[in-house]
């Protein structure tokens, strides 16, 4: 597979001086986060991936104007990972640099035969080759890869590669919804999904919806309700965190099926697949069964794995099998599109926060043969209010960063790779644009994240955009 300006293969990660950019001044330099850091060891070096279906051709020149004109000018994505070997205790740093748009902005030379003949799988051959292609660091990580020709659901594709390190993927994909415009007014930036006005549960704040007591027996009502669930939530993160260690210190695994990957599996190539849900559906099965979102794609997923073991098995599903899932939670409050806008207008950082800062949650999911599909969204919506009632994201963030200050960046990679090797998969779900939008002018069919370099063979990730999800 031939690219522009020459071979298939990217050149090998580079040691970088620090010396040759130190001139740019202190101010352009920050520490790489731990969580950034982690991303950087060879068994856990994961790249972000994500596909856009476009509505029509690619315009390359307007695509080009348009990321000089913003992604090239954020923060991370105009700056190297350098290392100053002059310190006792060398750690990366983010330095300033200049961005040549078309070292970023790839457009490889297909077989027009292949493209014509089947083109969704000439798009999921060229997606799956980039998780074999190691990233050129002497230049910022991230790449944009144009694919321009008509798949069965879009007119052409983009696919934007960037090094975990720069950013966890909900902070990525807002940066990335932050350089596109309503498709209904292309002044604007457009809008995602609210939080405002959604009822919490659990007994505290079902008070407000109890008859009113007198005001002593309303304050005692509290009180004790409280306590309730303060003691609910310290026993289940107790349990949680148990749980949790044991599986990254290889005490408890998960039994060995066709959805776990073998030893290496972070280093083989990966196949990237998208489907798309119209989000209408998911939502009339949510109010269905009384639940969440989040819930119905839970209980999608497990009655998905469930139908593909048992036909590939050919057991009868009388025993359930339990397999757990790796959840990565973002506990970092992510910038809002008009602070990142700004961001890119200015260059500067302008005091939002960035960067990697995850938690990690084991999620169960239980193969097994309901005659009701909708028994697998039930099951599912217990297993999430349990987690809910639960602080382990948040735990284990901490306790990785006790483990990472105090034994070092190998222990901490060590513990993280022990825990997503001792279970089978990983799952996310995330929230995109409300309404459609344009990207530098080009109107955007679906997008499709995922992500490779993790030590599963699996991974489910939802994303959600206007009236669909994939």
Same mark, same amino acid.
């Given at each position: 597979m031939d690219r522009r300006r020459g071979s298939a293969m990217r050149k090998p990660a580079l040691e970088i001086d620090a010396t040759r950019t130190a001139a740019a001044g202190e101010e352009e330099e920050e520490p790489v986060s731990p969580t950034g850091r982690? +991303?950087?060891?060879p068994h856990f070096s994961c790249h972000i991936v994500s596909v856009s279906g476009l509505g029509g051709a690619v315009d390359l020149p307007a695509v080009r104007a348009g990321l000089e004109a913003s992604l090239a000018r954020h923060p991370r994505f105009c700056s190297l990972q350098v290392l100053d070997e002059q310190q006792e205790d060398p750690r990366p740093k983010w330095v300033r640099t200049t961005v040549n748009i078309d070292d970023h902005v790839i457009v490889p030379n297909l077989d027009p035969t292949a493209t014509s003949a089947d083109p969704d799988r000439a798009l999921e051959d060229y997606v799956s080759s980039l998780s074999t292609l190691p990233m050129d660091q002497s230049r910022p990580l991230w790449e944009l890869h144009v694919l321009d020709f008509p798949t069965s659901e879009a007119a052409a594709a983009l696919v934007l590669?960037? $090094? $975990? @390190?720069?950013?966890?993927? &909900?902070?990525? !994909?807002? !940066?990335? *919804? #932050?350089?596109?415009?309503? #498709? @209904?007014?292309?002044? @604007?930036l457009p809008a995602l999904p609210t939080t405002a006005g959604r009822r919490r549960a659990g007994p505290? %704040?079902?008070?407000?919806?109890?008859?009113?007591l007198s005001p002593s027996w309303d304050a005692l009502a509290a009180f004790a309700a409280w306590i309730v669930s303060f003691l609910v939530l310290l026993w289940h993160t107790v349990?949680? &965190?148990?749980?949790?260690?044991?599986? #990254?210190? @290889?005490i408890l695994g998960d039994p060995p099926t066709l959805?776990?990957? #073998?030893?290496?599996?972070? +280093?083989?190539?990966?196949? +990237?697949?998208?489907?798309t849900l119209r989000l209408d559906d998911v939502k009339y099965v949510k109010n269905a069964v009384n639940c969440t979102i989040n819930d119905v794609l839970l209980g999608v997923t497990s009655a998905a794995l469930s139908r593909y073991y048992l036909r590939k098995t050919g057991e009868s599903g009388s025993e359930t099998i339990k397999v757990r899932s790796? !959840?990565?939670?973002n506990l970092r409050k992510t910038p809002g599109l008009h602070t990142l806008a700004t961001m890119m207008e200015s260059g500067k950082d302008n005091g939002a926060q960035w960067g990697n800062r995850?938690? %990690?949650? *084991?999620l169960p999911f239980h193969i097994a043969n309901h005659d009701d599909p909708l028994e697998y969204v039930r099951k599912a919506a217990q297993v999430a209010r349990r987690k809910k009632s639960s602080m382990e994201s948040a735990f284990t963030f901490w306790s990785g960063s006790v483990v990472l200050k105090i034994f070092g960046i190998k222990a901490a990679a060590s513990l993280c790779y022990g825990m997503m090797r001792n279970t089978t998969l990983s799952f996310s779900n995330v929230a995109g644009p409300t309404e459609q939008v344009v990207f530098y002018g080009h109107p955007i069919v679906y997008i499709a994240p995922s992500v490779y370099g993790h030590p599963h063979a699996l991974t489910m990730h939802y994303q959600s955009y206007a009236i669909l999800s994939s």
């Open positions: 982690l +991303f950087l060891e590669r960037v $090094h $975990h @390190s720069v950013g966890d993927g &909900v902070s990525l !994909l807002s !940066l990335f *919804i #932050a350089c596109t415009r309503r #498709a @209904s007014d292309e002044a @604007s505290v %704040y079902a008070l407000s919806s109890r008859p009113r349990v949680d &965190v148990a749980c949790f260690a044991a599986t #990254a210190t @290889s959805f776990k990957g #073998a030893e290496g599996v972070e +280093f083989r190539p990966k196949r +990237f697949m998208n489907r790796t !959840l990565l939670v995850l938690g %990690y949650m *084991i």
